[in-house]
């Protein structure tokens, strides 16, 4: 079954057809902005950093992220766009939570449909509520890693792929990227 009729046999079942899902290209990732992006990760704006295993350190060192995603031969982006206090951090980390488990769903879907597959988004990973970092990791299959953990400027990328990307008052846009190859790729090294 095509990817996006999965994704819209998820979104119906979890009421989620309010995200948007698109299909888009694998991210041409460069060293030098991985890095950067890595050094943002460090200035742990989000309070991730070193105390979740989505995000630097645990979830890999770079060069070991930037080759999992390399190994993928699509991509997709799902997202949506809320009405939310960006400085109410609850809401937030719900609406980011929320998000994580639909796409948690959609990775498991995948794999049933015979799909190898992974899952990124904003922020670290929410499984457990409470990360068991540094010791660890209780669900490891279940951890949804940042997308900044793996060196990819968000808006640089989606930009790329003809999404606009934007702040707005009032508003928070949380975004999914979905890597997968599909039963016939093959799995690059």
């Not at 899952?119 to 509520?129: F, I, P, R, T, V």
């Amino acid at each position: 079954m095509p990817i996006e009729e999965l994704w819209n046999q998820l979104a119906h079942a979890k009421k989620a057809s309010d995200y948007t899902f698109r299909e888009i290209g694998v991210p041409k990732m460069t060293l030098s902005e991985a890095k950067k992006c890595r050094k943002l990760c460090e200035q742990n704006v989000c309070k991730c950093y070193g105390t979740n295993w989505g995000c630097p350190p645990g979830a890999g060192n770079l060069g070991d992220c930037m080759a999992q995603v390399k190994k993928y031969s699509h991509a997709a982006v799902v997202y949506r766009k809320s009405a939310v206090d960006i400085k109410d951090q609850d809401a937030l980390k719900s609406l980011s939570g929320v998000l994580q488990n639909h796409l948690r769903d959609f990775r498991n879907l995948l794999t049933e449909n015979g799909y190898q597959a992974m899952c990124l988004a904003d922020g670290g990973c929410n499984y457990c509520g409470v990360c068991a970092y540094p010791n660890e990791c209780k669900f490891p299959e279940q951890r949804v890693n940042s997308i900044s953990a793996y060196g990819i400027m968000l808006m640089e990328y989606l930009e790329d792929n003809g999404i606009e990307f934007r702040f707005e008052d009032g508003y928070a846009t949380f975004y999914g990227l979905v890597f997968y190859n599909e039963k016939d790729d093959k799995a690059s090294s």
